[in-house]
């Protein structure tokens, strides 16, 4: 779907395998760049505790760079915590793609019409907060800094960094049930999650999830140096006109 026209089947392909193990990654909050922790003076012991909100809108940009390629596509959305979420997203190639996710139901339109599709998590998995969410990165964290001051949407916020690695992450959260070729990539993986929290209200103005992976060969195929980013800016907190419901 983020695949620009032209790229080579095998970009294609190592692309898609790229956003898979991103969403993996994000799915436990947490982001991957190559490069090492500055500033050693700055870091701390922990996050701060964030405030939850029950709503907000969002502002996203995502960049996925494949060896000498790269993709981006924006959009914006909004959601109600715990479980819905409604989002648009432009990408390269002109297409904008719909999505409304209401509990376990997830409705997709590609501009034509639009289908539901029905993803049951496992059983054992609840919904959790952004919080909860924030909390979970201080168990995997190899190192906490604090960045300092900066101003997100005209407000001043405290901007953190999170590093930890593919290895790290697995160690502390387990396999995820991943085949052994994408845990062997996972693995190689050094994650970074900037988070900018806000100083008077607590909440979570923005954070950016970069996942980067050497140039590795598995199972005889080479995997070129890439890179996911996602920057979501959220505002409009606990605005009472967001709704979200099922399109059909």
């Known amino acids: 779907m983020m695949v620009r026209q032209g790229m080579s089947r095998f970009g294609e392909g190592v692309a898609r395998r790229c956003m898979i193990l991103m969403m993996m990654l994000l799915a436990v909050a947490l982001l991957i760049v190559p490069a090492t922790p500055v500033a050693a003076q700055d870091e701390v012991d922990s996050l701060p505790p964030i ?21 981006s596509s924006y959009g ?10 409604a989002v648009w997203v432009s990408v390269d190639d002109g297409i904008v793609v719909y999505l409304i996710q209401i509990g376990t139901v997830v409705y997709i339109n590609d501009g034509t019409t639009w289908e539901r599709t029905d993803t049951p998590p496992p059983a054992d998995v609840e919904p959790v907060t952004v919080g909860d969410q924030v909390a979970e990165l201080n168990d995997v964290a190899t190192a906490i800094l604090r960045v300092g001051d900066a101003v997100v949407r005209d407000v001043p916020t405290t901007h953190y960094q999170v590093w930890t690695t593919g290895s790290r992450l697995l160690d502390v959260e387990g396999d995820l049930g991943l085949p ?9 993986a050094i994650i970074k999650y900037d988070l900018w929290i806000g100083q008077e209200d607590g909440f979570l103005h923005q954070q950016n999830a970069v996942v980067s992976f050497p140039e590795t060969e598995i199972e005889g195929e080479v995997f070129p140096v890439s890179e996911v980013s996602t920057l979501t800016t959220y505002y409009n907190f606990n605005d009472p006109t967001i709704s979200i419901e099922a399109p059909i």
């Open 51 to 71: 405030n939850e909100f029950a709503s907000a809108r969002f502002d996203l940009l995502t960049t996925v760079r494949v060896g000498d390629e790269q993709i």
């Open 76 to 85: 914006q959305g909004s959601t109600i915590l715990p479980d819905r979420v």
């Open 180 to 188: 052994t070729e994408e845990r062997e990539l996972i693995e190689q």
